[in-house]
């Protein structure tokens, strides 16, 4: 294999020159993307939830109480029952890769004659900034991508939830617009689990008018705030007060470890929403509404949701059980043509992330091994970065969406 003139190595290039805009240890990084999603997810949470261990990743719910109450008479004979009511929840851990790589020639010719020890540890310690922030970057992208990648084909399916498959969960896996099937486009079940014969397995969906958003109409064809209305209720599980808390979730769990996912279309119109009712459904605050919330939860732009976005998640949204092919929110499928019949407007995701929560092997969590070089090339390093992890949802009917009637 031939190798590469000095000069070839762009960051060796645009890393040395007379003069910089910025110090010599910082640099632009405008490979970010606008908007991230797991920061969000990790929010709050704690150590012994994010980091687990073990083979697979496992939770145990109750999804029915195998009703055993009963009235009776005096001296009344009964029979005595134990119900076997738990299921397990079980996934299985997706393995992502990065790494770092480079040269001994582009770090040893990045030192000047005649440097001191100290100025040495200084181009030493940019050159590794750059190497490193380039990984990071590369490396939380990805998995950004992975959350909002589109689950809706047969073939995908395979790949999250069968043990060989090798795409984490993403959050359309969970959500879905259907309420036919209760799952993705060319699934049957979601780990494991068959939410057709599970009632109790299924997201919440609630629609509106998204071609006349601003009118009250009926259930479900209505306005867009009746349809976050119905929304909440339909996602709010309230226990008993007072009554053995032990037993039942707590109902005002972290509010900002729950939101309310929206692309830049979703979030201007429920700011327009709110200037449609001059000021009577928000406390006083500037004209530019970006503070935004609904019931004390954040309404959060998520700019890899915006139609036809370069490094979005184009075709996330999916036709009903009717349909086969998916859509974004302009009604274009992944390769930007119109598909018939398709449901376009702004999607409004309920996600409650004491519910829905990224787990990751505690000796797996961004792990940094030790650089070494290559076989064939002894001059070149690379330090790779291995992360074991997968999305774990404990409940879906805490999750939801609001999405248009039509």
């Given at each position: 294999m031939a190798g590469s003139a000095l000069t070839n190595f762009a960051d060796f290039v645009n890393s040395t020159g007379p003069a910089y805009l910025r110090t010599p240890t910082q640099f632009l990084n405008e490979a970010v993307q606008q908007t991230y999603l797991l920061p969000r997810f990790l929010r709050g949470k704690d150590f012994d939830k994010v980091?687990?261990?073990g083979s697979k990743i496992k939770d145990v719910v109750m999804f029915d109480d195998a009703s055993t109450y009963q009235r009776y008479n005096p001296n009344e004979p009964f029979t005595w029952v134990q119900p076997q009511i738990t299921t397990e929840q079980q996934i299985f851990w997706r393995f992502s890769l990065d790494h770092m790589s480079w040269t001994d020639h582009e770090v040893e010719l990045n030192m000047d004659e005649g440097l001191t020890r100290a100025a040495v540890r200084v181009q030493y310690k940019r050159r590794k900034k750059q190497i490193e922030q380039r990984m990071w970057t590369s490396m939380l992208n990805g998995m950004e991508k992975d959350l909002?990648?589109?689950?809706?084909?047969?073939?995908?399916?395979?790949?999250?939830?069968?043990?060989?498959?090798?795409e984490a969960y993403s959050l359309g896996a969970f959500i879905t617009e259907d309420t036919t099937n209760f799952v993705p486009v060319g699934w049957t079940?979601?780990?494991?689990?068959?939410?057709?014969?599970?009632?109790?397995?299924?997201?919440?969906?609630?629609?509106?008018?998204f071609d006349d958003p601003f009118t009250i109409g009926p259930e479900d064809a209505g306005s867009l705030i009746q349809a976050l209305d119905d929304q909440w209720l339909k996602v709010m599980f309230l226990p008993p007060d007072g009554f053995h808390p032990e037993h039942f979730e707590v109902a005002a769990l972290q509010a900002f470890a729950q939101g309310i996912l929206c692309s830049r279309k979703g979030k201007n119109l429920y700011k327009t929403a709110l200037r449609e009712e001059n000021d009577r459904l928000v406390t006083l605050q500037d004209a530019a509404y970006n503070a935004t919330k609904y019931s004390g939860v954040d309404i959060v732009y998520l700019a890899q949701l915006d139609a036809g976005k370069a490094n979005g998640v184009s075709a996330i949204f999916e036709h009903d059980g009717a349909r086969s092919a998916a859509y974004d929110e302009a009604g274009n499928?992944?390769?930007?043509?119109?598909?018939?019949?398709?449901?376009?407007?702004?999607?409004?995701w309920f996600c409650n992330g004491n519910y829905l929560c990224p787990v990751f092997h505690k000796r797996r969590y961004?792990?940094?091994?030790?650089?070494y070089t290559l076989?064939?090339?002894?001059?070149?390093?690379?330090?790779?970065?291995?992360?074991?992890?997968?999305?774990?949802?404990?409940?879906?009917?805490?999750?939801?969406?609001?999405?248009?009637?039509?």
């Open positions: 980091l687990q261990g909002l990648q589109s689950p809706h084909t047969a073939a995908i399916e395979a790949q999250m939830e069968q043990e060989d498959g090798k079940t979601i780990m494991g689990i068959n939410p057709a014969s599970e009632t109790r397995w299924r997201n919440q969906v609630s629609l509106y008018n499928n992944a390769a930007g043509a119109a598909v018939t019949g398709a449901r376009d407007g702004a999607r409004f961004f792990y940094k091994k030790t650089p076989e064939n090339q002894p001059f070149t390093w690379v330090g790779p970065v291995d992360c074991w992890n997968n999305l774990f949802c404990n409940s879906r009917q805490r999750q939801g969406i609001v999405a248009p009637f039509a």
